[in-house]
Antibody, heavy 117, light 107 residues
Framework: QVRLQQWGAGLLKPSETLSLTCAVYGDSFSAFFWNWIRQSPGKGLEWIGESRPSGGSNYNPSLESRVTISVDTSKNQVFMNLSSVTAADTAVYYC???????????WGQGGLVTVSS | SSELTQDPAVSVALGQTVRIACQGDSLRSYSASWYQQKPGQAPLLVIYGKNKRPSGIPVRISGSSSGTTSSLTITGAQADDEADYYCNSRDSSGSRVFGGGTKLTVL
């Protein structure tokens, strides 16, 4: 069974960089898309971006200038950095596995990130 | 359009049938997947590939699509189905996009 475990700083100040890690256990890593999604308090899901199995990444245009998603295939880990955070970036952040059917079939547990001065 | 539109809230009487719709131009080209989210939990994939259920998802949950609309149907709604439901697909640029979500209340 696939399991995604994520971690990272939970409290940031404005202008800092958010860094999250997602470790993948139990299945092939390189064959899938690795996504980050966030959910602001009381709001809906927002796709941040993904790392593609062929290499490279694809980002939400609204965040593209500030976000970087990368992978370490030797450790089966996915990373996300979001620079110059503001209070609007306060959210629960999820990592999720995407497949070629365009589904997000496994999700991490989520982690709340709060941006506050 | 890169947007997926869902009704914000829907209610259904216990044991009745409810349909939750997701509308967007990109659904002509890409199939939608559906996610159930309960308070404090991560989303759970419940429908993919238009009408396929992952293991463990009850058969009362089904999906369909026509043109620019994809739908999630719950036949014989149970109290456990009360949750937020989100559709997801890709837009013409290949970016993923979520619908705004539908809060389902089981009365």
């Amino acid at each position: 069974q696939v399991r995604l475990q994520q971690w990272g700083a939970g409290l940031l100040k404005p202008s800092e960089t958010l860094s999250l890690t997602c470790a993948v256990y139990g299945d092939s890593f390189s064959a899938f898309f690795w996504n980050w999604i966030r959910q602001s308090p009381g709001k809906g899901l927002e796709w941040i971006g993904e790392s593609r199995p062929s290499g490279g990444s694809n980002y939400n245009p609204s965040l593209e200038s500030r976000v970087t998603i990368s992978v370490d295939t030797s450790k089966n880990q996915v990373f996300m950095n979001l620079s110059s955070v503001t209070a609007a970036d306060t959210a629960v952040y999820y990592c999720a596995r995407g497949n070629y059917g365009n589904d997000l079939d496994f999700w991490g547990q989520g982690g709340l990130v709060t941006v506050s001065s | 359009s890169s947007e997926l539109t869902q009704d914000p809230a829907v209610s259904v009487a216990l044991g009745q049938t409810v349909r939750i719709a997701c509308q967007g131009d990109s659904l002509r080209s890409y199939s939608a997947s559906w996610y159930q989210q309960k308070p404090g939990q991560a989303p759970l994939l419940v429908i993919y590939g238009k009408n396929k259920r992952p293991s463990g998802i009850p058969v009362r949950i089904s999906g369909s699509s026509s043109g620019t609309t994809s739908s999630l149907t719950i036949t014989g709604a149970q109290a456990d189905d009360e949750a937020d439901y989100y559709c997801n697909s890709r837009d013409s640029s290949g970016s993923r996009v979520f619908g705004g979500g539908t809060k389902l209340t089981v009365l």
